[in-house]
């Protein structure tokens, strides 16, 4: 599990139908992974993603094992990607993955004996965010076709935004209002998305405006250093603050999601409205990989060992986060779109 | 949990006998938590409180995840204790929290979705020390009541000391022995509490001369930081220190406490005598953790979101290391006592 | 188990024994040590290890708690080893322990409430790695006698080396190539051990030369700060590089062996080499590792506190890593040898 889109919308539908049993009788399920071990080996720090997955892996009666920081591994000796998932994939039945650097879990399942899941890859993916956002909105919504959803906030950098529209634009009538300042606006290749699959969507950087016609506001962090300056943040971090004079211009049946932490940009005072979804969220995450973690574990017999594909090209990826930089015994595989080289790895282009 | 003066005597007792149930027969409470999971919220390091908390867990076949560097976390991007609480009581059963701001656990309970049980606040409380104390001291010495306890050493800054007598103070016919210098001497308001449950106290500096009269000697580390000079601490430390040849003056049925780690205020030849309880008392640590874990998890079903309280007076704690301090949006919530206000989450005391 | 010289050759025979039963049927054991806790004090941090020793306890049903780095803990507080496995020991039903202190685990041991297992003790000791050779060894090459095995790369400061060395010259047949340049060749202590087994070797510094009467190659890892310059390590190093062209030299049955991770000795290519055992090498020290754990907990109650013996010799131990420098409460324990004592937790020799 490297990508959402790796799945058919009738799998993902699956996934969403197991999370809801679950979560209604979660007890039927608590033996269902005894025995098995899960490794989480995080790149990177992320407690809250790590206890979300420890916990999803614990209700099902199973184990973890793993790492939060490669400064005590192997890894600082100078272990490759390779060594490290080797080893692991030959202790662990399944192995959850977080790093900086952009398609590291795809190049680990190249080498990896168990199922491994795509835990955040930098800036790239992170899918079981997008699961979590998916379970939410149906169990909230009822629904998953035919919603108007507000994306308001960081939409640049926010993978978890870029993610769900990308997958929402699958699903039947989804339309986009995109709130944010030109700075911050969605990349032009997730509104390409959104054209090619003949969603609708506007512009503003008018909070108050789009509030009224939306069904989901989704709320993302602004960091400080995206902006040019201390002044620059403080004058512009209020107009996409959500606060309860503002969400008296919505409609009661909205529901307000937010990948967590929050700061500032809702206010506490929101926290009590039956509209803020943002930390029942969190725990339809837990239901959500519980699905994953089961399906995977029961679905699959140990994979074989995959035949590791050959270089395709002879060219670099030009993507300085992307794996291909650190990891050179990588073999450079690319699928060609027009004029461009987009990476097996990282989805980066590179033009020929 | 977040103070032993929540729990009545009877309360108490009771976690006193089933810690002693358990002592007897472990194996029978094995499963008792199976499918369980605890999460310790550790915001400053205490790997031994935290492995004492998951031996416990583990031992009723329960499951453990968590933090002990808040580094890591959303809390290092700004995320409130309100935040962090609200998500990981969704994860879990229960938590332990450990925090060096004092009333911390206090304020987390009222946001909390689960029980909350206080592993230390800064210099407030540590009420599950207090309980392992009261469990050795039944053990050990078959009886709660008209034990003659000397406290030895930092007097002044040791939270477990000033837990341990205020509850002692509730068993009928408790004594004290306060041996300290007079820079580390018992504060004010823990002799008033003496005081005014009738119970008699001497003062001494001279471990020699309390000693033959103690059923129980709880000894404390002196931390050579509390005093004004290296020279100081070196002429004054021996005074505090107990040996074989000063433990030839005391009742052979005397019992030495400590909450440990020792440094050199017990001499090791004292380590085989057989009056020396310290290390059993580690034991004791975690039957009595096993008792309030099993007991909480049992008693209670997921309580109701409790309400939270409004602002009771306008004014601020003073308390510098108070949990408000750093976390704005929490209700002031005090009681009057005189011509004070008492702060609801660290109970320092605030002049009108 | 401190040391694998602890056990006989039978008891040996059966830990490989028992370690072939669990891989062939794993589930038959995995509720061996339901309810038992295993500790892990790591002093120093070795990823790695921890896991493997986790993966093994969980496979077998148990539960695992400790700690990676002593900064956090009581140790950092001023206290004593002795203290820390007494309260430790209390905790858990098996200590395994990692300290970067020669001597370390043995002289816990002294102290512990349970049986504690070498995770490797600086530069001394290692003997789960020895027993995860050893099993690999019997199960891919069938035998552990008359075996004719090469050892390459940096054999002056591989205790793993060493340990497997002292272990082979125990079967019968055994016979050693020894493969360094001068500066990191094989002590004359281990050489002495070859000698009195009566096993033959022989000394090269050409990998090609050695490879062609080969049943096993151990390669090591070379420690580019062990040269006396980067161009010194750059020179050489080459020489003890593993590749498929080297290969091309070997018997078709020959074993590749390297405790990892590795990081340029042996080239990527020689991964898919059916002879490459490394990586499989990793997945049968879970299997052993299970197997010893099994054996401890099965055949061991509770021991009786251990006699502490007095001190033999009024001398300190002259290694500067020895436990016995930061430890002063430690007996001074020797055997004599010659004109030299051996000290009884580090087993360096100092002179009379």
New interface residues.
């Given amino acids: 599990m490297i990508d959402l889109d790796q799945l058919s919308l009738d799998e993902i539908k699956e996934l969403i139908t197991l999370a809801g049993s679950i979560r209604k009788n979660p ?1 039927a399920y ?1 033996e269902s992974c ?2 098995k ?1 899960m ?1 989480t080996l995080f790149y990177e ?4 993603t790590k ?2 997955f ?2 999803a892996m ?2 099902l ?1 199973g ?1 973890v ?5 490669p400064d ?3 890894v600082s ?4 990607l ?2 490290t998932i ?3 994939s ?3 039945d399944l192995v959850v993955m977080r790093n900086p650097l952009e398609g590291a879990p795809a190049a680990a399942s190249l080498y990896s004996k168990c199922p491994i899941i795509n835990a955040g890859d930098g800036g790239h993916l992170h899918p079981t965010q997008t699961l979590t956002d998916l379970v939410t909105l149906y169990n909230e919504k009822g629904r998953l076709d035919h919603l108007k959803i507000g994306f308001c906030g960081d939409l640049k950098y926010g993978r978890t935004v870029h993610s769900l529209i990308r997958t929402m634009t699958r699903f039947p009538g989804s339309s986009f209002v995109l709130i944010s300042t030109p700075e911050l606006a969605l990349p032009k290749y997730v509104l390409d998305v959104m054209d090619a699959a003949g969603c609708s969507y506007t512009i503003t950087d008018r909070l108050e405006e789009a509030l009224p016609e939306l069904d989901v506001l989704y709320m993302t ?1 602004i960091q400080q250093e995206r902006f040019s300056s201390r002044e620059e943040y403080e004058r512009q971090k209020g107009i996409f603050v959500l606060d309860s004079e503002k969400l008296q211009l919505a409609k009661p049946e909205l529901k307000i999601l937010h990948p ?4 500032e940009e809702i206010s ?1 005072e929101v ?1 009590s409205d039956p509209r803020a979804s943002y ?2 969220q ?2 339809y995450g ?1 239901y959500a990989r519980m699905a994953l973690i089961l399906t995977i574990l029961k679905s699959q017999s140990r994979p074989e060992k995959r035949k590791i594909p050959r270089s395709t090209h002879p060219h670099r990826c030009s993507n300085p986060k992307c794996i291909t930089q650190t990891e050179a ?1 990588l073999p450079r595989v690319f699928r060609e779109a027009g004029d461009m080289l987009l990476c097996a790895y990282c989805d980066s282009g590179t033009l020929i």
């Avoid at 094992?65 to 920081?69: K, P, V």
């Avoid at 000796?77 to 490759?80: D, L, Q, Y």
């Fill in positions: 007890w608590r005894r025995g071990i490794a720090p992320s407690t809250r206890m979300s420890q916990t614990y209700r009666g184990e094992i793993g790492f939060d920081n005590n591994t192997s000796k100078g272990e490759s390779k060594d080797t080893v692991v030959g202790y662990a962090r967590l932490p929050r700061v506490v926290d930390f029942d969190t725990v837990v015994y």
